[in-house]
């Protein structure tokens, strides 16, 4: 290559980029709960209906492969369904609406936020002592199987199984 045609190539290429990131995007999205992924699944209640009713097939594919893997004896039994209805999600009732937290005064709203933190605090808590008292029903190989099956509900798809060395600053 000459020497003057490298930096005509150059202008060229960052003409077209800056050309390309001139564009305007897509206009803003417009419909019921445009934007808001879960403002769109209050608005349609079908939607709604349909992901719960698929995310309890989930939930309950992922409960029948555990109890197969954990090989449960009879006794174990009682342990296991208190367990998995401990597990089953809580019927909390709607959130508050934008429209009703808008007639709140800021400490009224503050306060409602904390009762709702509240409830998911003891409905975790429900969760966990029930899990305890499960696990201490298993043997140490069940143990094992249990700690390999649960914990990661997203496996290793987040972290890709690797770790990120740590900064250096």
Request: net charge positive; glycine share 6%; proline share 9%.
């Amino acid at each position: 290559m000459k020497p003057v045609f490298k930096p005509v190539l150059l202008a060229g290429l960052m003409a077209v980029a800056l050309t390309t990131l001139a564009q305007p995007g897509p206009g803003p999205a417009t419909g019921p709960g445009a934007g808001n992924p879960s403002a769109s699944a209050s608005a349609n209640p079908e939607f709604r209906d349909r992901m719960q009713a698929r995310m309890q097939r989930h939930m309950d594919r992922r409960t029948a492969d555990l109890k197969a893997k954990l090989k449960l004896s009879a006794e174990q039994d009682s342990a296991w369904n208190a367990y998995v209805s401990a597990m089953k999600p809580p019927a909390f009732g709607p959130h508050p609406s934008r429209a009703e937290l808008d007639k709140l005064t800021t400490p009224e709203r503050l306060d409602k936020m904390r009762e709702l933190r509240k409830q998911r605090e003891a409905e975790m808590d429900k969760r966990d002592d029930a899990t305890r008292a499960f696990y201490a029903t298993l043997t140490t190989e069940q143990k094992k199987v249990f700690d390999a099956n649960t914990g990661r509900p997203f496996g290793d798809r987040g972290s890709r199984g690797e770790r990120r060395p740590p900064r250096k600053d």
